[in-house]
């Protein structure tokens, strides 16, 4: 038999998920692009530029949109069979009901500021909150200001802000829940409700939720955007972006990245679909060492405030435990310490000790990985303020944040408190 015959259909073309599947299930089999061109159970590295064409028919039935098979590449920038396949698997994971498409861009900022500019054009206005991702402010308050998009930034979580705030040229609302670093969520479902009556668009970050945690299309939000370099890839070696939600929306944004070029390579691609696999047992182990490490916080004579949506002391507790099946990775807490103090007593420097004294912990910005990482926000995001203009964007001199990963979680404890040790 000519091994050119297309395979006779078996066992594994039968589709393996329904809208039933649990998410570590979909996180391991669905994109699973075409394994059976090589029968592999990763879905390959295509690592191409560029795709060749049996002779100018079949350019011209690509062109047209006669060809046969939809998903036939014509160039690396318009698409490519491993990032389609992670596209499916992370779609999959957003929304089981299969209706949403996934995008996937070079880094998290590629796929939110693609989508923006996709959706706004000169004169439009753009809502976002205060404490949304600092890039994300940046772009909206310069970028797209210099191309006069207006924007209004209201308070973190204040759904009254943001109604008193749309106006006839708002478009789109910009949110993220739960935020960095002090964690807030925000209500979705209030949200999306909102900005579908006032005909508006939405899109959330929820890089720190992930979908395991926290599904935002089922809430009524039109656009999720993830930073996939963190939990969703998981290992800190890639960076990467993701779009999902209304198809429509998503295929503005992705046939923009065939203009403005922001794809993500396939060998990145693959990195993520790798990690994907793992997601719900990393993000389970997260959540419950950060669990677990918030409360011994919150307990510690060292330590003045806790930051950590699972705790019932944190302010939006009670959103987080209405829309979220987890707490996330993500814990940040105060170092006590003599406000007044200046040179080594400093809260600045007492902080730095702190975290330097962490031995597990790896000192770095990022989160979301396999090894916990430490940070103190205010020498690391905002160096170069004053300790007064970081306090007026939110930040404390004595402020650190934990990402915490999938040690064990007596070691993640041991680390902390011996670094609460620290003089
Ligand atoms: C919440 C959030 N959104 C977006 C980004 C940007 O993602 P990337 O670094 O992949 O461009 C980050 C990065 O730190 C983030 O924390």
């Known amino acids: 038999m000519s091994s050119f015959l297309p395979p006779p ?7 393996l998920l329904d809208e039933h599947a649990g998410p570590s299930t979909r996180s391991v089999h ?27 028919a079949e350019v011209a039935a690509h062109m047209t949109g006669a060809h046969p098979d939809p998903k036939r590449e014509e160039y690396g920038r318009y698409g490519n069979p491993t990032v389609r396949a992670l596209e ?29 500019l996709a959706l706004l054009k000169t004169g439009s206005h753009v809502i976002l909150f205060r404490d949304g991702y600092r890039r994300t402010r940046q772009f909206v308050a310069k970028t797209l200001a210099a191309y006069s998009v207006e924007h209004t930034i209201v308070e973190p979580g204040d759904l ?37 009556k006032a005909r508006v668009k939405t899109i959330v970050d929820t890089t720190f939720a992930t979908p395991i945690n926290l599904r935002a299309l089922p809430l009524g939000i039109d656009l999720v955007v993830h930073s996939a370099t963190k939990y969703l890839a998981g290992h800190h070696d890639v960076l990467a972006g993701a779009l999902v939600g209304n198809p429509a929306l998503v295929g503005l944004a992705r046939d923009l990245r065939g203009v403005v070029g922001g794809v993500l390579d396939p060998h990145g691609a693959f990195l993520v679909a790798r990690g994907l696999k793992t997601l ?26 806790v930051f950590y949506p699972g705790l019932p002391m944190h302010p939006t507790h009670a959103v987080a435990v209405e829309q979220m099946r987890g707490f996330g990775g993500v814990v940040s807490f105060r170092v ?10 400093s809260s600045l420097a007492v902080t730095s000790r702190v975290v330097d004294a962490f031995r597990l912990a790896r000192i770095a910005p990022s989160l979301g990985g396999v090894d916990t990482l430490v940070e103190q926000p205010a020498i690391m995001s905002y160096y170069e303020l004053s300790t007064e203009e ?34």
């Open 390 to 423: 970081r306090r007026a964007a939110g930040i404390e001199d004595d402020l650190v944040r934990l990402a915490i990963g999938i040690e064990d979680e007596s070691d993640v404890i041991a680390d902390v408190m011996r670094a609460l040790e620290a003089p």
């Open 9 to 15: 259909p078996r066992h594994s073309d039968t589709p």
């Open 336 to 345: 006590k310490t003599e406000p007044e103090a200046e040179g080594d007593r």
């Open 88 to 116: 499916e698997r992370i779609a999959a994971l957003e929304d089981p009901s299969g209706q949403a498409e996934c995008a996937a861009f070079g880094s998290g900022m590629s796929a939110l500021t693609t989508a923006m």
């Open 280 to 305: 719900a047992l990393r993000v389970e182990r997260a959540n419950a060492t950060a669990m677990k490490v918030a409360a011994r916080l919150a307990e510690h004579p060292r330590v003045s405030h």
């Open 30 to 56: 669905a994109g699973v692009g075409r394994p059976e061109r090589f029968d592999a159970i990763p879905v390959p590295i295509v690592e191409t530029a560029t795709y060749t064409f049996r002779d100018s």
């Open 160 to 196: 009254a802000g943001v109604a008193a705030a749309i106006t006839p040229k708002t478009r789109l609302i910009v949110g993220e829940s739960p935020t960095n670093p002090y964690l807030h969520c925000t209500d979705l479902r209030a949200l999306g409700e909102l900005a579908r």
